[in-house]
Every structure is written in structure tokens, then in C-alpha cells.
């Protein structure tokens, strides 16, 4: 699913978080909306935004406590609702969009890497070319298999990597024909995705993966895309 028109929602005053959910808004012509519980803090941050952004509309709305009681209804229509790192398992599942979660320090420009499995693909791979799109970014696309490891390899063994390697072909051909000038990289891994995940998020932008619980120890913010077809908003 893409991002859509709606809103970029912001619900923390940190500074890396604010400088995120400005660049998106005012790189993608969105408006932006300050969620928060404390009416002072709100205030400020709606202020911060005009001077950063003054050609993005912000607003402000106040939010029950706790965050996540008020996130479907507030979150249906947005594009991407913005978190402090790490983002809450509940807040992630309560959301009706998409949730990026930014880490306290800026990540350098240049990769969006993506986690994909065959389950979450459909909705995961269309909102990762849209990001990398978005920043002319290189996509690294990262998938996943199963099975024993043998020591020492085997035939067997060998096969099962190209197998699932030739799957993680299949599933970005749609991207490589609709996108010809995109930028991809492909890298299969036997189980474990964060244990190539957490790395690469050294050097990119943003990290895009599926599910409700993100890579604990990513170091760029991370864009957690819920399943195709299960909410109404961004996906």
C-alpha cells in the first residue's frame, strides 16, 4: 500500500523526530499534525514546525492518555504517524497507518533498506519503492530462508539460497518493470534478518519491515508497514 494524502502525525517534540516529519511533509506536499497529551508542548512544537516548514498547514490535536486509545480514529487517514525509537509494540498495533519510529540521532541520506517476507511482500515492497522513490535512494531488499544449516555446506544446502534468491527475484520483478530507473540491491539470508537488518541501518535513511514489532537496535528511523488489506489508512 502507499502512503496517501493524509497527514504526516506527529506525536513526540524530539528534535531528530520533528526534523523527519518536516522533511516528508514539506518533500511530499502533506500537512502536518501534532498529537500529544500536553496542551503547552503542543503548542511549542506546532510553533517549531511554522518556523521550519512555513509552506506546510499544521495543526494540533489533543490525544486521551493512553496514546493508543485515540490512535485509530486519529491515525485512519494519516500518511505516516512519527514516534520517538523505539516504537511501542501497542502503539504500533493500535495504529491506522503506517508508523515510523526515529532514533535520537540523524542517519546519513542515500539507502532505504527493506525486510521482506513472503507473507508480508504485497504490503511491504510497493511502500518501500514508494520511500525510495521519494528520497532517489537505492533499495537494498533483504529476504529470509529456512532450513538446517550443515556443516560443512552442502549441495543442498547451496540450492535452498538460490532458491529462495530466485523468489526474492520473482517478488521485485513488478518493481523492476514499473520502476526501471530504481535502484535495487538483493541479499538472502539463512533465518535471522536483523542480524543483517540492524547493520545496514548504519547507513540509510530509513528501514522498512512489516509486523507490529520493529528491529530493536536500529540506528536510522524505521517505517513499519502493517499487512495489506488489514487497516483502512496508510499501509
Keep these: 500500500m502507499s502512503g496517501g494524502r493524509g497527514p504526516v502525525v506527529l506525536a513526540t517534540a524530539h528534535d531528530t523526530a520533528v526534523s523527519w516529519a518536516v522533511a516528508e511533509a514539506a518533500g511530499r506536499g502533506l500537512a502536518l499534525r501534532v ?5 503547552l508542548a503542543r503548542a511549542r512544537t506546532v510553533r517549531t514546525l511554522r518556523l521550519l516548514a512555513p509552506g506546510v498547514p499544521v495543526s494540533a490535536v489533543r490525544l486521551a492518555d493512553p496514546l493508543g486509545v485515540d490512535l485509530p480514529a486519529l491515525t485512519a487517514s494519516a500518511h505516516v504517524l512519527v514516534v520517538d525509537a523505539p516504537a511501542r ?9 503506517a508508523v515510523v519510529a526515529v532514533p535520537a540521532s540523524a542517519t546519513p541520506p542515500g539507502r532505504v533498506v527493506v525486510g521482506v517476507t513472503a507473507r508480508d511482500a504485497p504490503a511491504v515492497l510497493p511502500r518501500a519503492v514508494e520511500e525510495a522513490l521519494a528520497r532517489d535512494a537505492e533499495l537494498v531488499v533483504v529476504g529470509t530462508w529456512t532450513g538446517r544449516a550443515p556443516v560443512p555446506p552442502t549441495r543442498r544446502w547451496a540450492d535452498g539460497a538460490a532458491a529462495a534468491h530466485r523468489e526474492l527475484v520473482e517478488a521485485t520483478a513488478g518493481c523492476r518493470a514499473t520502476h526501471p530507473d530504481l535502484r535495487l540491491r538483493l541479499f538472502v539470508v539463512h533465518d535471522d534478518a536483523e542480524s ?4 545496514l541501518t ?5 528501514l522498512v519491515v512489516g509486523g507490529v514489532r520493529p528491529p530493536p537496535n ?3 528511523p524505521v517505517l513499519v508497514v502493517p499487512p495489506a488489506g488489514e487497516r483502512t489508512g496508510v499501509a
Design 35 to 39: 498529537a500529544g497529551r500536553d496542551e
Design 89 to 97: 509494540a501497542d502503539v504500533v498495533a493500535a495504529a491506522g497507518c
Design 196 to 199: 543483517v537488518l540492524t547493520p
Design 202 to 206: 548504519a547507513e540509510a535513511e530509513l
Design 218 to 220: 536500529a540506528r536510522c
